[in-house]
């Protein structure tokens, strides 16, 4: 029997983690408030960890923590008494991209998984197998591989030892996340979690003999983007992921909304489910991507899946993410005896709007509020404040589902 590729969701937040595990995540990676590569994330207090731990382990499902800053001497300064807290809350792994500190975390714990991170940039089999007699039983690969090199790394590594790859999510114009640019430009390091994202703004060329003068890469009157990367997604290639030996999926996002986090995961999760059980076809593939597409996105590339990227992978008319839906509600309870759902508002809609309703299965509803109510079960209109709860008859729902509208013009 295959064994299943795990589907790794980000998580910024409680809020989050909880709708990646309502949404199918098999496991969960997040940061802490130390040692961690997403300043602009929320991320978690030990005491916070301490309960999603215990939310993720209720359901099942595993829990990993980056400590994946590329440190320099200070940085390390309380490095394992964090680590014996973190062991002693009981997560599932750690995600460490430098060799100083998985050797730390191994003075302070023997047994505890360590995930290289791809901050470590491993291409090759060799260095998986150095990692392997370092006791290390998961690499998460540079994104800079191809499905031929994916292969062959497995060919020639140990059967016990996992191979992780990103899935989906968001490319840097660096190697595996390893830039300068930001920390030149801002002061900002990316190394250290703090990435200004340099790459997604408009530049000009300088002739080296016209100093100040200042000439645009013009692809239309926008202006030019020329380091900005289309969107990693690899749904469509799943079962060829599967058969090259690629043991976790991961979808990059832990600064993204929680609507992404559920879109984007929930189509993932069907085609995993669809591709063990003989049913994943390129129509499903379409679907499931067409689905995707109804969170912010950019345009989508394969990365170097096959090949590397030429002009395609690269989007030059604007740094905007791409956004057709407004997130309008989550569904926070469901009266099967009044069919009433409580809705907690989160944008703008009212009575006479279609709405899509959709959960973590697969497929959506669409719905035409008409009888809008406040927690009072009085008639509005409109809901007149941010979070307002609601009470709506929109045909059965669970907790966690959700409610999206077009946005128009």
């Known amino acids: 029997m295959m064994k299943k590729m795990e589907l790794l969701a980000p998580a910024g937040d409680l809020t989050k983690l909880k709708t990646a595990i309502a949404y199918g995540a098999d496991a969960v990676y997040l940061a802490g408030d130390q040692f961690g590569l997403r300043k602009a994330s929320k991320n978690f207090s030990l ?7 215990e939310i993720v382990h209720h359901a099942g499902k595993k829990l990993y923590i980056t400590l994946n800053i590329i440190p320099h001497n200070k940085d390390l300064d309380g490095l394992e008494d964090y680590v014996r807290g973190l062991v002693q809350i009981g997560v599932d792994a750690l995600i460490v991209s430098d060799a100083g500190m998985v050797a730390a975390i191994r003075r302070v714990t023997k047994d505890l998984e360590i995930h290289l991170s791809t901050q470590a940039s491993t291409t090759n089999y060799e260095t998986v197998n150095f990692w392997y007699d370092y006791g290390i039983r998961r690499v998460i690969l540079a994104r800079e591989l191809s499905l031929e090199e994916l292969k062959e790394i497995r060919s020639h590594i140990p059967d016990d030892m996992q191979l992780e790859i990103f899935g989906h999510g968001a490319m840097c114009i660096s190697y595996s996340g390893r830039c300068l640019l930001s920390n030149y430009m801002t002061g900002r390091d990316a190394n250290l979690g703090d990435c200004a994202h340099a790459c997604r703004w408009k530049y000009s060329l300088v002739e080296e003999k016209r100093p100040g003068e200042y000439l645009p890469v013009i692809e239309d009157e926008e202006g030019a983007y020329i380091l900005n990367s289309r969107d990693l997604c690899l749904l469509q ?5 599967a058969e090259a030996g690629i043991d976790s999926l991961k979808i990059e996002g832990r600064v993204k909304s929680q609507y ?33 597409r109804k969170a912010s996105h950019r345009d989508f590339t394969t990365g170097f899946l096959y090949g590397k990227p030429n002009e395609e992978g690269q989007v030059y008319g604007s740094a905007s993410y791409i956004r057709g839906y407004d997130f309008v509600g989550l569904v926070l309870d469901y009266d099967e005896e009044t069919g009433i759902s409580t809705v907690e508002q989160r944008n703008r809609f009212g009575n006479g709007d279609v709405v899509e309703v959709f959960g973590p299965e697969r497929g959506y509803r669409e719905v035409q509020i008409l009888d809008m109510r406040n ?22 729902t669970k907790p966690w589902y959700m409610l999206r509208k077009v946005i128009k013009g």
């Open 375 to 396: 927690e009072k079960d009085e008639p509005i209109e409109i809901a007149p404040h941010a979070q307002q709860i609601l009470r709506l008859k929109i045909g059965p």
């Open 47 to 53: 005491e916070e960890l301490e309960e999603a731990v």
């Open 237 to 241: 290639h799943i079962g060829e992921l």
């Open 260 to 292: 992404y986090v559920a879109t984007v995961l929930r189509s993932y999760r069907v085609a995993l489910d669809a591709y063990y059980d003989g049913s994943f076809n390129a129509e499903l593939a379409t679907e499931l991507i067409d689905e995707i």
